[in-house]
Nanobody, 126 residues
């Protein structure tokens, strides 16, 4: 069973940057497609980004495209989410999740993810 732990959240001013880390254990990360999701206060959880099992392909929500970058290092069992030009609407709890599937085209449907971390809070505020 894949276990995931997020870190790197915090308080940042609008326009600032943060890098979130998702540390995996318990299974071989290269067997998993990994996604980042977020949940803003009072809103439903939504997908942010997804990366294929070998890391060759990624996709992003339109709201973060061009500002966020997802990457992975399977040898280090880590997936990163680099977030730049942060906006107040990026505030929320960020979760990483894994789906046991080797993929070329990444697909991270929320209901299809097998393992979830507990989340890390990102607050974008002046």
């Amino acid at each position: 069973q894949l276990r995931l732990v997020e870190s790197g959240g915090g308080l940042v001013q609008p326009g600032g940057s943060l890098t979130l880390s998702c540390a995996a254990s318990g299974s071989t990360l290269d067997s998993y497609t990994i996604g980042w999701f977020r949940q803003a206060p009072g809103k439903e959880r939504e997908g942010v980004s997804c990366i294929s099992s070998a890391g060759g392909n990624t996709n992003y929500a339109s709201s973060v495209k061009g500002r966020f970058t997802i990457s992975r290092d399977n040898r280090k069992n880590t997936v990163l989410l680099q977030m730049n030009s942060l906006k107040p609407e990026d505030t929320g709890v960020y979760y990483c999740a894994g789906r046991r599937a080797r993929t070329i085209i990444p697909v991270c449907a929320m209901g299809g993810m097998d393992s979830w971390g507990n989340g890390t809070l990102v607050t974008v505020s002046a």
